[in-house]
């Protein structure tokens, strides 16, 4: 997208001030995420995950501790979890929303019209025996696009997407949110904020070989994913901003080959602070973060798993405290190697919300496992407190617990 003139130096500006700051630590990029993990591992891990301190006056507040006391351990921890069902048959939807489940996530492709999509959904918002689920989806444009049948407008992919001028993105985002708000969708994972530089979009597989970059500098991406995120929050969809902390400078896809790699990220990256501008909107999306490893912010885990990626640098540095949301860890082969109930007890270690599989086979096991590690340890406990309110404010502020 082409902005007006005035608004790209401004863009440049914020970009350039949060990368100054997120250096500010100690002069090494590489280093930083350590030295504040130090500093933040002798805190109380309920403070990790971004817990604002209550006020008796909020009505957010008010609703979240209403939901609190009327959930059970299990209950509550299963507000922790986003799970997939086929498009091509939501009927087993009906059993995760009546066991609680945090949220449900369409996956695949559906060419069923909106009103037979919201059938659905508005079922699900009448079963639920506690907080409402998020329903989610994949609507980005171009090759990623859910929803296709009658009452969704064909999107563009977002390279399209992001030569519109502002009014005309403005307007294309404004028709998403109403098109999934009609449908009865309440999350939408997208819009993508990775970066891929100019002339390497054919090498980056999952997201330049597709079109699903807005642009190949900071400075393009920011104001049009702002606006998507607007678009999508004008009509009470909330938006996830992907994928922390990018993966535009990768080769390979992580959802198809293990140890995918950015070796260039560090803690002071362009990238970086664009995604900790759009992740401070006043539209309070998602982050999802990416299932890359970054040597360069922790040298041992994948971001997924990685306290220094997700607690040191996105809520630290970037003061983000808002909902961090996996990228799949069901299906995806990053974490094949890693027992399904790990996979979720890592996320939520790391200072991560809410837990995504796409296959829904392994969510019992996952659940066990956080239940029988919150038993087991209390400091997790107390994450998994924090992430829980976390969960329910966003929920809050979303509409669904009232």
Request: proline share 8%.
């Amino acid at each position: 997208m082409r902005p007006p003139a005035r608004t790209r130096p401004a863009v440049a500006c914020a970009l350039l001030a949060l990368a100054l700051t997120a250096c500010s630590g100690s002069g090494d990029p590489q280093q930083e995420p350590e030295a504040e993990n130090s500093a933040t591992s002798s805190s109380s891990p309920a403070t990790t995950s971004a817990e604002a301190s209550p006020s008796p006056d909020d009505p957010v507040e008010e609703q979240v501790d209403a939901a609190l006391a009327g959930l059970d351990r299990r209950a509550q921890v299963a507000q922790l979890f986003v799970v997939g069902v086929r498009l091509e048959e939501l009927s087993p939807g009906d059993a995760l929303v009546a066991d609680g489940v945090g949220g449900v996530f369409l996956a695949g492709r559906s060419q069923a019209p909106a009103e037979e999509i919201a059938a659905v959904t508005g079922r699900w918002v009448d079963s639920a025996p506690g907080p409402r689920p998020w329903t989610a989806a994949d609507q980005e444009g171009g090759a990623v696009q859910s929803l296709e049948g009658p009452g969704f407008e064909r999107l563009p992919p977002a390279v399209d997407q992001g030569q519109l001028s502002a009014e005309g993105l403005a307007a294309l985002a404004d028709g998403l949110g109403a098109d999934l708000a009609s449908a009865g969708i309440t999350l939408d994972l997208a819009p993508v904020a990775d970066v891929v530089p100019a002339g390497t979009e054919a090498d980056n597989d999952p997201i330049g070989a597709f079109g699903r970059q807005y642009g190949s500098t900071p400075a393009d991406v920011v104001p049009d994913v702002q606006a998507v995120v607007d678009g999508l929050a004008a009509h009470g969809v909330t938006a996830t901003v992907k994928h922390f902390p990018g993966l535009g400078l990768v080769d390979e896809n992580t959802d198809e080959v293990p140890g995918v790699t950015d070796d260039v990220t560090t803690a002071s990256s362009e990238q970086v602070a664009a995604f900790g501008e759009l992740a401070r909107s006043d539209a309070d999306p998602f982050v999802m973060v990416s299932s890359a490893i970054y040597p360069r912010l922790d040298p041992a885990a994948p971001a997924t798993f990685s306290r220094q990626v997700i607690t040191t640098l996105l809520r630290g540095f970037l003061r983000f405290d808002g909902v961090v949301i996996s990228d799949d860890v069901g299906a995806a082969v990053a974490f094949q190697d890693v027992p399904p109930g790990d996979r979720a007890v890592r996320f939520l270690e790391a200072g991560g919300t809410l837990v995504l599989t796409v296959d829904p086979a392994v969510y019992p096991e996952m659940l066990d496992a956080v239940l029988a590690r919150a038993e087991a340890d209390p400091a997790f406990s107390e994450v998994v407190d924090a992430a829980v309110r976390t969960a329910l404010t966003a929920k809050a502020e979303a509409g669904l617990l009232g």
